[in-house]
């Protein structure tokens, strides 16, 4: 592991939870980065009191959320969602750069007890059919980008692929993993995840294949088989090689895991990326919220003693107003 260059760091034996470390293997062309959530995670987790299996399925997706949000080079927003005919309808992951988390997701408590009775509560079965949004939010000046993917019960991996090959162009392969320590008086949850893109100076060299034309009338010219970079080769067999106990490992820092995966090539670490669990919700935010709605809409918000109460789908906090003090100006 390369310690000599001006942009890397020491290499760290402590393991180190929710970072995000970035790598580069210079003679296979690839960078990645390195995810492994801890803390973060049981905070975010801690606020809901999901199902096991909800919960494993909400670290999938906040670990691919890191993965991907922490590329953003400007103070940005990074969203993941779901929305599906499955046991978790929707699924919603928003990484607010450079370090905050948040996450929630709506689940039908009949469909799970279902989907428990035929093995099937895997987070890819929990998701079911529908889609999966990649949004990012440069700020209320810009326009925002939107990448979609279908979910046919592939799984966030799967569909982190195909968005990769449809949307960016970009050889890349990702791992995702989520495991649950189970300890005498309470459990806690850790995620962690792989990304490694390959970015060769030729563009040549980053050409993937075309997407399957599908139902192609019959006749119809079909696509070229292509090869694959010989080192995108090589990087896509060190990196799949990685074991979901690995990416999950408290014990194992980020910067051995990448010596054990790429040793024989070299690889460099740079600086880690700090993350934490933070909601962006605020009194004055809400407040101007149910400022937007008609009066008859903040009537009929009214309860029984007379407040307006609202709860945060994200932290579960739950603020009280009075209806004056969000009547319209």
Not at 127 to 154: E, K, N, W
Request: with cysteine; glycine share 6%.
């Amino acid at each position: 592991m390369n310690e000599n260059s001006p942009m890397s760091r020491p290499v760290s034996d402590a393991a180190s939870d929710d970072r995000a470390l970035p790598y580069a293997v210079m003679p296979l062309d690839v960078r990645g980065r390195v995810v492994r959530l801890g803390p973060a995670l049981d905070d975010l987790l801690r606020n809901h009191a999901y199902p096991p299996e909800v919960s494993r399925a909400v670290g999938e997706a906040a670990a691919l959320t890191v993965l991907l949000g922490t590329a953003l080079k400007f103070d940005g927003r990074f969203q993941l969602q779901t929305r599906t005919d499955g046991v978790i309808d929707l699924l919603v992951v928003d990484f607010d750069a450079p370090d905050r988390i948040r996450a929630f997701a709506r689940f039908d408590a009949d469909k799970l007890a279902a989907a428990r009775a035929d093995n099937a509560a895997t987070p890819a079965g929990l998701l079911g059919r529908g889609h999966l949004a990649f949004t990012i939010d440069r700020g209320p000046s810009t326009q925002r980008y939107q990448g979609v993917v279908v979910l046919d019960g592939q799984g966030l991996e799967a569909a982190a692929h195909q968005y990769f090959l449809q949307s960016e162009q970009i050889p890349t392969l990702v791992r995702l993993a989520v495991g649950e320590i189970v300890g005498a008086q309470e459990s806690h949850w850790r995620a962690g995840g792989l990304i490694v893109q390959f970015l060769p100076d030729s563009p040549e060299r980053r050409r993937m294949p075309d997407l399957d034309p599908g139902d192609a009338p019959e006749g119809a010219a079909q696509p070229e088989p292509m090869s694959e970079d010989d080192a995108w080769l090589e990087a896509k067999a060190l990196a799949g090689s990685v074991e979901d106990v690995e990416l999950v490992d408290p014990d194992l820092s980020s910067e051995r895991l990448l010596y054990r995966l790429f040793n024989e090539r070299g690889v460099t670490v740079y600086e880690p990326q700090v993350v934490r669990h933070a909601c962006r919700c605020s009194r004055d935010s809400i407040a101007n919220m149910l400022r937007s709605f008609t009066p008859q809409e903040r009537h009929d918000m009214i309860a029984d003693d007379g407040m307006i109460s609202v709860t945060c789908e994200f932290c579960g906090t739950r603020r009280v107003f009075e209806p004056a003090e969000v009547e319209a100006e």
